[in-house]
């Protein structure tokens, strides 16, 4: 990122110059990413981003939800103070987490209204619903729920990992053929692609057997996952 060119011009430069908005965006995260490396503040907050992410959402869902029972009869001062609170957390979540952790916002923010509407549940109908047929299920679904979910977030979907020493032989092989096949070779990973496997771009990995990417749990899910991933 930092080499010149004889003319002075650095790889950003280059960039502004073609107009490659996705380069340009691309560089200048990886400055940023750097100069938090140099920032002991900014190391601490990049080593908690996810802890950081689901705070700000708790936060954020908790405001929305305060707005909205505002005694005020007046929509325009609530949807003022709505998109005041979400251009906030806009702003907030650009500055404050990379690229790399960006993906688990969705789910961040599936946990935090799973969270409140348990705390609406347990603290404001629960305490006026005696019947046990009630609470019952819905005890069952939000476990269960719960249970799923951390399944189908913490199974290995089925990355396929290679060592330095496997890219370098694969590189070195492909040379010696002169050939360069796409359907069972990953540019991005160099790596060799089992068959039905696919290199998905928001894991920046190829997966054996790969269904879907799910926003929910931010990860790929495969044939395996299916059943955990429907409930």
């Not at 010149?4 to 430069?13: H, I, N, P, S």
């Not at 995260?29 to 920032?39: I, L, P």
């Not at 020493?165 to 990953?186: Q, V």
């Not at 899910?221 to 059943?227: A, E, K, N, S, Y």
Request: aromatic share 12%; proline share 3%; hydrophobic share 50%.
């Amino acid at each position: 990122m930092d080499i010149k060119t004889v003319k002075g011009e650095t790889a950003l430069d280059l960039a502004i110059q073609t107009q490659n908005c996705f380069v340009i965006y691309m560089l200048m995260e990886e400055g940023r990413m750097r100069s938090k490396r140099n920032n002991r503040l900014l190391r601490i907050m990049e080593k908690y981003e996810l802890f950081l992410l689901l705070a700000s959402c708790l936060t954020v869902l908790w405001a929305i939800g305060y707005v909205m029972n505002l005694s005020s009869d007046s929509w325009l001062l609530k949807g003022c103070l709505l998109l005041f609170l979400l251009v906030g957390m806009a702003l907030s979540v650009r500055q404050s987490v990379g690229v790399k952790n960006l993906r688990y916002l969705p789910t961040a923010l599936m946990l935090s209204s799973v969270f409140w509407m348990s705390v609406t549940w347990f603290f404001w109908f629960m305490p006026d619903v005696t019947n046990a047929i009630v609470e019952i299920p819905v005890m069952f679904s939000l476990v269960g729920r719960l249970y799923f979910f951390y399944k189908a977030w913490r199974t290995d979907p089925g990355y396929i990992m290679s060592s330095e020493k496997d890219k370098k032989e694969n590189i070195a092989a492909l040379a010696e053929a002169g050939c360069l096949d796409f359907r069972t070779f990953c540019t991005s990973c160099l790596v060799r692609k089992p068959l039905r496997s696919v290199h998905r771009v928001p894991c920046d990995s190829c997966v054996a057997r790969c269904d879907q990417h799910s926003l929910w749990i931010a990860q790929c899910i495969v044939t395996q996952l299916l059943q955990a991933s429907f409930w």
